[in-house]
């Protein structure tokens, strides 16, 4: 089993910025991915960044050059600079363990519970 303890969600006037931090504890495999999703107020979940054990990152469109995701071990840091109102959004940590069965890969997803990120205008 997986834990993942999110931290620094707030509130902050657009134009600042905020870090998200996870920790993830448990049974980590050595190729996994580490990210965050967010979902808005009355709309889907979507991927924010993401960043794997081998360093492959990736970023919504959206985000690309205001946020940076970052990993030290089980630790998965997002640094959020020039928020904007349409930053808003629970953001959730995700942990992807992933193993090799063969030609396939098989994952495992574990989920944090969530951390409100509030920005006003």
């Known amino acids: 089993q997986v834990h993942l303890r999110e931290s620094g969600g707030g509130l902050v006037q657009a134009g600042g910025s905020l870090r998200l931090s996870c920790v993830a504890s448990?049974?980590?495999?050595?190729?996994?991915?580490m990210g965050w999703y967010r979902q808005p107020p009355g709309k889907q979940r979507e991927l924010v960044a993401d960043l794997s054990s081998g360093g492959t990152s990736t970023y919504a469109d959206s985000v690309k050059g205001r946020f940076t995701i970052s990993r030290d071990k089980n630790t998965v840091n997002l640094q959020m600079n020039s928020l904007k109102p349409e930053d808003t959004a629970v953001y959730f940590c995700k942990l992807v363990n992933v193993i090799r069965n063969g030609l396939i890969n098989q994952q495992y997803d574990y989920w944090g519970q969530g951390t409100q990120v509030t920005v006003s205008s």
């Open positions: 448990g049974s980590i495999f050595s190729m996994n991915v």
